[in-house]
């Protein structure tokens, strides 16, 4: 009896070492067919409000991905490190901060762009087509706190793309 257990004691331990190995799977470095791949998109410039103070100035560029999502990329010059600034898309012309359309979350001040990731995702597969009869505009504020306004750009119907395709 003893001999059995034994047996199947070592039988249970050579299955188990066996089932252990696993074999090591590649990465998958390409993307599918179209995959990664942005070509339409509309620019436009975003001014600083204040030159002589901050001078935050750059663009925004709305990209559209094969899903007909809006990607939307900020980039802009003179931050300061360390600092987070809020960035939105409000309805109406420049001055007149009705109703924030979206909210772009943070610019960091380390880099000049959006703070979670290199873009922000407007799933809305309408925004996009939209885009150059909105009435709208981007605002970029000091901080989180006191709503100090520094840099900001027409959109669509408020101002002309300074680059599209």
């Keep these: 009896m003893k001999t059995y257990i034994k047996q199947i004691s070592i039988l249970f331990f050579l299955l188990i070492i066996t089932s252990c190995e696993s074999d090591k799977l590649e990465a998958i470095t390409t993307a599918a067919d179209g995959g990664g791949t942005l070509t339409s998109y509309i620019a436009y410039t975003i001014n600083a409000t204040d030159p002589s103070g ?11 991905n094969s899903l007909e999502q809006t990607l939307v990329q900020i980039s802009v010059y003179n931050t300061e490190t360390a600092e987070i600034y809020p960035a939105l898309i409000l309805e109406g012309a420049i001055g007149s901060e009705i109703t924030t359309l979206e909210d772009l ?14 873009f922000y995702v407007i799933s809305d597969t309408t925004f996009y087509d939209s885009i150059l009869t909105l009435d709208a505009h981007i605002s970029i504020y ?8 520094i840099a900001e750009g027409g959109l669509g119907s408020n101002a002309e793309p300074v680059e599209q395709n």
């Excluded at 901050?54 to 559209?64: D, H, P, Q, S």
């Excluded at 000091?142 to 306004?149: H, K, P």
Aim: net charge negative.
């Design 142 to 149: 000091l901080n989180t706190i006191d709503g100090t306004l």
């Design 54 to 64: 901050t001078n935050v100035y750059g663009r925004v560029v709305f990209w559209k």
């Design 105 to 118: 979350g943070t610019v960091s001040g380390d880099t000049g762009e959006l703070s979670d990731s290199k």
